[in-house]
């Protein structure tokens, strides 16, 4: 059974940064894709960026250039650093990754039970 453990959100004022992790771990045989979502009160879990197994990131326009994703691959594990940070910003941030658990199987996609970010003075 895969489960995903996100940590690093917190309070943090205006301006400043969090680095947000998430480690998979369980019965995993390949990872493929990492991303985190976010999701305000009252509002849908959007896309904040994703990562390839290669490497390759996306992020969302809102995040771009304030935002670094990245991935430790021998770790099992996503990071999220997070600068320059404003109050729209303040969400639970998700963890979502696409993994196989074994050689046949299927892609599977897995998500974290988030962590919540707050940016306020």
């Known amino acids: 059974q895969v489960q995903l453990a996100e940590s690093g959100g917190g309070l943090v004022q205006p301006g400043g940064s969090l680095r947000l992790s998430c480690v998979a771990s369980?019965?995993?045989?390949?990872?493929?894709?990492m991303h985190w979502y976010r999701q305000a009160p009252g509002k849908q879990r959007d896309l904040v960026a994703s990562?390839?197994?290669?490497?390759?990131?996306n992020y969302a326009d809102s995040v771009k250039g304030r935002f670094t994703i990245s991935r430790d691959n021998a770790k099992n594990t996503v990071y999220l650093q997070m600068d320059s940070l404003n109050s729209e910003d303040t969400a639970t941030y998700y963890c979502?990754?696409?993994?196989?658990?074994?050689?046949?199987?299927?892609?599977?996609?897995?998500w974290g039970r988030g962590t919540q970010v707050t940016v306020s003075s």
């Open positions: 990562i390839t197994s290669g490497g390759s990131a």
């Open positions: 979502k990754v696409i993994l196989k658990e074994t050689w046949r199987g299927p892609f599977g996609i897995y």
């Open positions: 369980g019965s995993i045989f390949s990872i493929n894709t």
